[in-house]
């Protein structure tokens, strides 16, 4: 399985991997927010082309499918199965935590995203990456009483912190992880999307 096309749209950033056995090319744009749905098939033609890659030459699609942004994660999700069902491949999810995770060597650490107005997810790892603390939504005030090193990679102002490179995370991550295979992927919710919890009011 060393071929593959890997999407991520789960945060203000897009990331399009495409690998055709040791042939690598990425493609990172790290600020295109709510243009997701615009640009990310041209990427995508862009990637395929430039590793000389046709989907059916795919062994699997792969997408990040968060937490992050409610929109973006639906447009990865969504382009990876309609990839998946073309070319009768299956899919592999990856969690924006695993993401991060699969770039850390630290055996106890803290996954943090930034979930806005002073929040965030949080999933905490321990040895073999086994999960230590499941995916929660914190406030920042519970972020900083976390007694381990935190790991992200968006521009957090969070004590004991380190940034990774979102691009540079996702062939790591896809690598590690191909052997997770499924026939269908789905979004990772840690919270209800503000419209849902504005229905509540």
Same mark, same amino acid.
């Given at each position: 399985?060393?071929?593959?096309?890997?999407? +991520?749209?789960?945060?203000?950033?897009?990331?399009?991997?495409?690998?055709?056995?040791?042939? !690598? $090319?990425?493609?990172?744009?790290?600020?295109?927010?709510?243009?997701?749905?615009?640009?990310?098939?041209?990427?995508?033609?862009?990637?395929?082309?430039?590793? &000389?890659? #046709?989907? &059916?030459?795919?062994?699997?699609?792969?997408?990040?499918?968060?937490?992050? &942004?409610? #929109?973006?994660?639906?447009? /990865? !999700?969504?382009?990876?199965?309609?990839?998946?069902?073309?070319?009768?491949?299956p899919l592999l999810p990856?969690?924006?935590? +695993?993401?991060?995770?699969?770039?850390?060597?630290?055996?106890?650490?803290?996954?943090?995203?930034?979930?806005?107005?002073?929040?965030?997810?949080?999933?905490?790892?321990?040895? +073999?990456?086994?999960?230590?603390?499941?995916?929660?939504?914190?406030?920042?005030?519970?972020?900083?009483?976390?007694?381990?090193?935190?790991?992200?990679?968006?521009?957090?102002?969070?004590?004991?912190?380190?940034?990774?490179?979102? /691009?540079?995370?996702?062939?790591?991550?896809?690598?590690?992880?191909?052997?997770?295979? &499924?026939?269908? !992927?789905?979004?990772?919710? $840690?919270?209800?999307?503000?419209?849902?919890?504005?229905?509540?009011?």
């Amino acid at each position: 399985m060393n071929n593959f096309l890997a999407i +991520d749209t789960s945060s203000r950033y897009l990331t399009v991997l495409a690998v055709k056995g040791e042939k !690598i $090319v990425l493609n990172h744009l790290p600020d295109c927010a709510m243009k997701h749905s615009v640009i990310l098939m041209g990427e995508v033609e862009k990637a395929l082309k430039q590793a &000389s890659l #046709t989907p &059916s030459e795919c062994d699997f699609f792969a997408a990040v499918t968060g937490p992050g &942004s409610f #929109t973006g994660i639906r447009i /990865g !999700i969504a382009t990876a199965k309609g990839f998946a069902l073309g070319a009768d491949k299956p899919l592999l999810p990856v969690t924006s935590f +695993d993401l991060i995770a699969y770039n850390v060597t630290d055996e106890n650490f803290y996954t943090v995203i930034d979930a806005a107005h002073g929040y965030y997810y949080v999933c905490g790892y321990g040895k +073999d990456r086994a999960v230590t603390f499941p995916p929660a939504y914190l406030s920042e005030r519970l972020v900083c009483e976390l007694e381990a090193p935190l790991y992200g990679f968006e521009q957090l102002s969070l004590p004991n912190y380190t940034r990774l490179d979102a /691009g540079k995370c996702l062939y790591t991550a896809v690598c590690l992880n191909k052997g997770k295979t &499924s026939e269908t !992927i789905s979004a990772l919710y $840690v919270r209800k999307s503000q419209a849902e919890e504005g229905r509540k009011c």
